[in-house]
């Protein structure tokens, strides 16, 4: 049996989205610049997609730009924003639980002369708003806090954020980082004052290489990259229409049946949480139930490897992560970022799996990965002590 339970990593696409995404490639396949039908045709795929998309989040379908993905997205709004406004002030706030493309595009900021402040977050990974409100000054010109963390789901209060923000200082934008949050929530920038949007295609069973940044109309930025002056010149190159298109599908595909299908996710999730606490000296991180994301579960096994259990299960057919996919290629000794941050003790650093679910995973896929944990979990711990 093969149980894939890593889908914050990446996630199977929609039968549908594969579909139109070969028509596209194999038929449809103009460049979007070109003037004759070819051209047309695939121009008006930009177009749907960019309504599908706007439609989805209340806002205009000229606010929505295409990136190749979160990375991209979270780059052009930190470094795009900071660069625009940089007059205002040099001053910039995040979390201490980010995303690598979040956290090292700060780094990189702060190379370039800006100040940064990276808020703290309690055991469960949520920031407290006496801390954002105590950091926000007059030269304070970007926040940027994910909505949804990669690690542990941890939710954070971006509606709270957003408005505290604008009270403070009106003139302060906010990003939010919603490659988690995205298709799993009900997300309206608007409402919430929010200003930057980061979207990823695959977390939401869309291609690889493909997502958006939603930029509010009045908000300041300036481009990254260079070229052809395509999308109004804020992000150049040759749009890649079928991932595009292929995007807005999954869009529809997953916000269709979200309520029931988010349902059944905090069910799988609930029953697995419980399932595996049966185990001695194991660890649930973050909190419980609806105070997390459906889809994500951080678990610590005391006395056992990350990666020796990572690959116990990979031989019974079962697909985890050790953590964010984006940087388990590049262990360090110290441990994942956001479980430090959370104040996770020190032996169970590396000894921390994630397990994260979709629209596709199965009961029987849950009972399967808890049985095979029953029998894995203590065999690892006898051999640890030999």
């Known amino acids: 049996m093969e149980c894939y339970l890593d889908n914050s990593a990446t996630t199977k696409s929609f039968d549908s989205v594969a579909k139109l995404v070969t028509q596209i490639m194999c038929e449809d396949y103009g460049n979007p610049s070109s003037m004759h039908n070819k051209g047309m045709q695939a121009e008006e795929y930009l177009r749907n997609a960019k309504e599908i998309i706007a439609k989805n989040l209340k806002v205009s379908p000229k606010e929505i730009f295409f990136t190749s993905g979160g990375t991209e997205s ?45 808020l703290p977050v309690d055991e469960n990974g949520r920031i407290r708003l006496e801390d954002l409100q105590r950091a926000i000054r007059r030269d304070t010109i970007l926040v940027s806090i994910m909505h949804t963390n990669n690690e542990i789901g941890s939710l954070q209060p971006i509606a709270e954020a957003g408005e505290l923000i604008k009270r403070m200082n009106a003139d302060t934008l906010f990003h939010v980082d919603a490659v988690q949050g995205y298709g799993k929530f009900r ?8 200003d930057m949007l980061s979207v990823s295609a695959h977390k939401i069973h869309g291609p690889k290489g493909t997502g958006f940044l939603y930029v509010g109309e009045k908000v300041k930025i300036r481009p990254i990259v260079f070229g052809g ?35 059944r996710m905090y069910a799988l999730r609930q029953t697995f949480a419980e399932g595996v606490q049966k185990l001695e000296r194991v660890q649930v991180n973050g909190l419980p139930g609806r105070e997390s994301a459906p889809h ?26 050790a953590g964010s996919a984006c940087s388990s290629n590049h262990p360090d000794t110290a441990g994942s970022a956001t479980l430090r941050a959370i104040g996770l003790k020190k032996e169970l650093l590396s ?36």
Do not use: W
Request: with cysteine.
């Open 74 to 118: 979270d780059n052009l709004a930190l470094r795009g924003a900071a660069y625009a406004n940089c007059r205002r002030g040099r001053h910039l706030i995040t979390t201490a639980i980010e995303h690598p493309a979040i956290l090292q595009t700060m780094q990189y900021l702060e190379e370039q002369g800006f100040e940064v402040t990276y």
């Open 187 to 194: 997300i309206h920038p608007r409402r919430m004052h929010i």
């Open 229 to 263: 002056g395509q999308q109004r010149g804020l992000r150049s190159g040759t749009e890649n229409v079928p991932g595009i298109a292929g995007m807005a599908k999954a869009v529809e595909e997953v916000y269709q049946n979200l309520d029931a299908d988010i349902e």
């Open 296 to 321: 994500v579960v951080s678990v610590s096994f005391a006395g056992v490897r990350s990666e020796v259990l990572l690959h116990a299960l990979e031989e019974k057919g079962i697909y985890v992560s």
């Open 351 to 386: 000894s921390t799996v994630r397990f994260s679910f979709s629209v596709f995973t199965t009961e029987e896929e849950i009972q399967y990965t808890l049985q095979a944990l029953y029998e894995i979990v203590p065999t690892l711990r006898r051999f640890a002590r030999h």
